[in-house]
């Protein structure tokens, strides 16, 4: 009987047909714009969230100090190099003086000339109060002798103008003498200025510290203001950090902050915030933090990258999402509430939010609310969705 | 006679026109009374084929008339205006090999025509059987035509030819590849076939085998016919 | 009546559905094909969706940021949210390169590299990804990313983008260039650096060039080479400022006057997607749509064949059909419907493998279900088409072939 192979062709075939269209509506249904979008949702919790700042910052020394001429001179010459730890006071260059110790020179030998100027004006004193007490003697006597008429009157006036003469070669003498004193004093006082100018080319430590770098050699010219050598203290190294003004709320002193330096990322640092700067960048939009170390790591480099995360105090509590639930429809920030199967637009006033991505939600939803954290694509409130436990997992 | 079978007088056809023109058909006539089997024989060239063909109704003649289970076909130029309904309905064709439709089982190789004339599904099928059990193949029905051996396939495609009763079944050389034995076998059952219709039955052969069996042989030469008495040999 | 189409479908079903499958596969070509094409538009599409803006800003006689490079100044966007219409503005940076895994997490993850689009934006502007498949969105300011599944990163893993490394915080999807590059978001401030900071080697030879210039580098003024210097490294420049406007304000309001006082070229949607869609991928559109209408000629020739060669199969049958009185009709419309039912088989196999393939492809394949049903009504001309060259054939057969032979 040929008939049951005849049947199971047809079943066969009548498999394969139903099987195309199972397949095509399974296809159709499944793929393109006709399926559903899957998502996955969780539940508005109450809890607490330790908000975090963070920022990138360099490492910096608080004191550092530039260490250069007052004039514009030639270095002669530079005695300590990168490295060398100095104390307050050490000479560590010196500017080529040019003249100044000539000058000098000539000062001193012009205050030993005003020296024998002083002698001089002294004799002469001597000399005139010798010549007055003579001629005041004389004088007396010459009156003595007039009045008895043995001299008749102009001898004795002549005597007497004598007197007077003499006196008055006194304090000539007396004016030379402290005209000589002065001209010294004025002598030794521009010594003394130039003095101080010979040793304003003296480049001196301002206080203990490291030399950072050395600018100029000898024999290289540079102008007032111009570094030669610069200085810090190592025990003075901050972490000046920058901060997303939008990001900033709560940056106050004594932050306790976490502190990855570029070198050593698997060692992270402890550190509290030192300042807050009062002014912050308008055009880069930060904020300006300093951050100190609470130990210096051995090694410190200024200029090293650091990513600094400082900790707020943790919040009052209040319901929690994950970010990702939070979405933007139009102008409104809100998120999509699951209610029966279907998708609602909650619109919610969001608080502060962690850095691992929880965020506070003020008003619009209540705990245990069901809320589609990831989608596959933006949602609408008519968007079919399909429930799932997970999108796309990590990878091991 | 006249209102059964097929009767023809003054056949002509001529192929081409003017210098060209040759004339296949010069004068054929010819009278099958229902029941009755002829042969149709000739040599190649000698315008058996067309005469087949003007039978078939699949190309018309130039001249003469024939008239088909008394109804007239052609006249003078004039014919019937639906020949493939006429071919459908009222002539039978048996070829050389079954030529059945193989992706139809056997019952509906039979049964197409009764439907294609616009019998139901049911009715032409039934008749089918009828024709099948008649030919003695009714246990094949629902077997596909390459299942079937060659006896049995050309007795199917004898029942074929005669679903939709025609008066007349046209058979071309329907024993050329038999040997005598199965040829004498066929021509037996077209013999019982016309009797039991009482369909005209016009064999075209030139199998030297089965023309002994006729008792009337058309022989045509170029492209006249002439009737000859055949030997009527009992089968 | 049976149907002698269903018949002989039924008979030689084997070599049927073989051949409507083979059909299947190439018309399967012929959706990826058009879904390459739309895959390419939506990809533009989901560029501009993404981006969440209405209007883009961008430099003055440019066509950027998508398809010509544009540069502002990062302070271009406080100008703009102070004009009337404005709801929110924000920076954007777009910059094309390879990001590669960083070193040390492992031998076969090392160095895996990916060719990417790297977005600056500023968290909760627009700009930022909206919505995500895994992780979380950035909440630190510098060296956080979130990047596409089709990067291939996977969450907490580090990526090297120039001199940084960034640690990937979320997954999003459907987040592609124009090109069908996958994106990486990161901070702005990174990108902004990222874009125009160079590797230590440029940044040592471009100081040491500056020094060298005695213009730059004067004895007599002190701290004027490295104010140049910093200056040089510093970057306050972005590629387009995203703009979305008020509720009910039309974006070409608040485009004209940008455009006009602004000195910025300001485009809408309208302009942009024509922008991406007419320009960008234009040549890409129309090499696609080449290979479509070669594709769409190739399948009908092949159904044309097909068709052909089985009816000639037939054609002592089909004499026999119409000697014994079947219709033309009945004759040709066996030929079609067996060709519109081998056009059936091929177009669902066809619909199916391309959706089955689609996902294997690099770049997104969007197979819109409005192309599917244009592919089914033309794969339906075509077959019918494909058919009457048959079915002439089928119609020439002469009756009497059957006969007198």
């Known amino acids: 009987m040929k008939l049951p192979t005849n049947w199971s062709l047809r079943f066969g075939l009548g498999l394969l047909g139903v099987l195309l269209i199972v397949a095509l509506t399974y296809v159709v249904m499944r793929s393109g714009p006709l399926a559903p979008t899957r998502v996955t949702v969780t539940q508005a919790t109450v809890g ?55 000058r000098a020179a000539a000062l001193e030998a012009s205050i030993a000339r005003a020296a024998s100027v002083i002698a001089a004006a002294q004799g002469q004193r001597r000399d005139a109060q010798a010549r007055s007490v003579l001629a005041a003697n004389t004088a007396r006597r010459y009156v003595e002798l007039g009045a008895q008429n043995f001299m008749n009157a102009s001898a004795v006036e002549a005597k007497q103008q004598e007197h007077a003469s003499a006196d008055a070669a ?55 203001g111009q570094a030669v050598l610069r200085l810090m203290e190592p025990e003075s190294l901050w972490i000046r950090v920058r901060l997303d003004q939008g990001r900033s709320a709560g940056l106050i002193k004594g932050l306790p902050a976490s502190i990855i330096l570029r070198s050593n990322p698997s060692v992270p640092l402890t550190g509290k915030v030192a300042r807050v700067e009062t002014t912050s960048d308008s055009i880069t939009e930060e904020r300006v933090a300093l951050v100190a170390l609470e130990t210096l790591p051995s090694g410190l480099s200024t200029g090293e990258l650091a990513e600094v995360t400082l900790t707020l105090p943790a919040t009052a509590p209040a319901l929690l999402l994950p970010n990702p ?62 429930v799932v436990d997970t999108l796309a997992g990590s990878k091991p | 006679m006249i209102d059964a079978g097929i009767r023809i007088e003054g056949l002509r056809k001529r192929y081409g026109e003017g210098d060209t023109a040759v004339d296949a058909l010069k004068d054929v006539n010819m009278t099958v009374a229902p029941g009755e089997v002829v042969g149709l024989i000739g040599p190649s060239g000698s315008g058996k084929s067309t005469l087949l063909k003007c039978l078939g109704a ?77 030919l003695d193949v009714g246990h094949r029905a629902k077997a596909q035509p390459s299942e079937l051996s060659g006896g049995e396939q050309q007795r199917v495609s004898i029942a074929r030819a005669l679903a939709n009763q025609p008066p007349v079944i046209l058979a071309d050389e329907p024993t050329a590849p038999l040997d005598s034995e199965r040829a004498l076998a066929v021509v037996r059952i077209l013999n019982q076939m016309a009797t039991q219709f009482h369909t005209a039955i016009i064999v075209v052969t030139h199998d030297e085998k089965i023309i002994p069996t006729f008792k009337r042989i058309y022989h045509i030469r170029d492209g006249r016919t002439e009737e000859e008495v055949g030997q009527g040999l009992s089968l | ?68 490079s544009s540069s502002l100044r990062d302070d271009v966007v406080r100008s703009v949210l102070g004009l009337p219409g404005v709801a929110r503005a924000a920076n954007v940076t777009y910059l094309t390169m390879q990001v590669r895994q960083s070193q040390g997490q492992g031998e076969a993850r090392d160095g895996q590299e990916v060719r990417a689009m790297i977005v600056g934006f500023e968290p909760g502007q627009p700009g930022e990804p909206g919505y995500l498949v895994a992780g979380r969105h950035i909440t630190r300011s510098h060296y956080e990313a979130v990047v596409d599944v089709r990067t291939g990163f996977a969450l907490g893993e580090r990526i090297r983008i120039r001199r940084h490394d960034y640690t990937v915080v979320g997954l999003t999807r459907r987040m592609v260039s124009s090109g069908g590059d996958p ?140 000697l014994i009185g079947t219709r033309n009709r009945t004759i040709a419309g066996m030929i079609l419907q067996q060709a519109l039912g081998l056009g059936l088989i091929g177009f669902i196999v066809g619909k199916v493998a391309a959706t ?26 075509i077959c019918a088409l494909a058919s009457t060259l048959a079915i002439r054939a089928a119609l020439k057969v002469d009756p009497a072939a059957a006969i007198g032979g």
Request: net charge negative; hydrophobic share 50%; charged share 20%.
């Open chain 3, 356 to 381: 089955l393939w689609a996902p294997i492809f690099p770049k997104y394949v969007l197979l819109e279900p409005g192309d599917a049903v244009r592919g089914l009504v033309a794969v339906m001309l």
């Open chain 1, 48 to 102: 607490s969230l330790s908000p975090s700042l963070f920022g990138i910052g360099t490492v910096e020394a608080r004191l550092a100090y530039l260490i250069g001429p007052t004039a514009a001179g030639r270095v002669s010459r530079v005695l300590v190099d990168v490295g060398d730890t100095v104390t307050a006071g050490q000479l560590l260059a010196e500017m080529d003086p040019v003249d100044l110790d000539e």
């Open chain 1, 170 to 224: 006194v304090t000539t003498a007396d004016a030379n003498l402290a005209a000589a004193h002065k001209d010294t004093q004025r002598l030794e006082a521009e010594l003394a200025g130039l003095q101080q100018q010979r040793d304003n080319v003296r480049l001196r430590a301002p206080a203990q510290g490291v030399v950072i770098s050395r600018d100029a050699e000898a024999g290289s010219t540079v102008v007032a």
């Open chain 2, 58 to 134: 699949v190309i018309e003649p130039t001249a003469g008339r024939m008239i088909l289970g008394g109804q007239t076909i052609y006249d003078d130029g004039w014919k019937i205006p639906d020949l493939r309904a006429l071919r459908r309905d009222s002539i039978g064709f048996v070829f050389q090999a079954p030529y059945l439709i193989p992706f139809l089982d056997v019952t509906d190789n039979v049964a197409l025509l009764p439907m294609l004339a616009g019998r139901s599904n049911d009715e032409a099928r039934a008749r089918a059987l009828e024709l099948l059990v008649a």
């Open chain 3, 183 to 322: 994106m990486v978001f990161i901070p702005l401030k990174d990108a902004q650096e990222a874009q125009f900071l160079k590797d230590n080697d440029a940044i040592l030879n471009d100081r040491a060039r500056t020094a060298a210039n005695p213009a730059l580098n004067r004895p007599g003024v002190p701290g004027l080479l490295e104010a140049i210097q910093a200056s040089q490294a510093a970057n306050h420049n972005v590629n387009t400022v995203l703009v979305q406007v008020q509720p009910g304000v039309p974006a070409e309001s608040v485009a004209e006057p940008i455009r006009r006082w602004k000195h910025l070229e300001a485009y809408t949607r309208a302009q942009m997607e024509e922008i991406l869609i007419a320009k960008l991928i234009a040549t890409s559109a129309r090499q696609i749509a080449m290979f479509l209408v070669i594709l769409a000629v190739v399948s009908a020739a092949i159904v044309a064949f097909i068709i052909y060669t089985m009816t000639l199969g037939k054609i002592r049958e089909i004499a026999v059909l119409k």
């Open chain 1, 325 to 386: 639930a939070i979405r933007r429809q139009a102008d409104q920030v809100g998120v999509w509430r699951l209610e029966g199967g279907k998708l609602h637009f909650a619109p919610v006033r969001i608080g502060q939010t962690s850095l691992d991505g929880q965020v506070q939600v003020l008003e619009g939803l209540k705990a245990g609310d069901e809320v589609v954290v990831f989608s596959e694509k933006d949602l609408s409130a008519n968007s079919r969705i399909k």
């Open chain 3, 1 to 68: 009546m049976i149907s002698l189409a269903g018949r002989d479908i039924l008979h030689s079903w084997g070599k049927f559905v073989l051949t409507g499958i083979g059909l299947g596969l190439l018309i399967g070509v012929t959706l990826s094909m058009a879904g390459i094409y739309r895959g390419m538009v939506d990809d533009a599409q989901a560029l501009l969706d993404n981006s969440g803006a209405d209007l883009w800003v961008v430099q003055q006689d440019t066509q950027g940021p998508y398809a010509e």
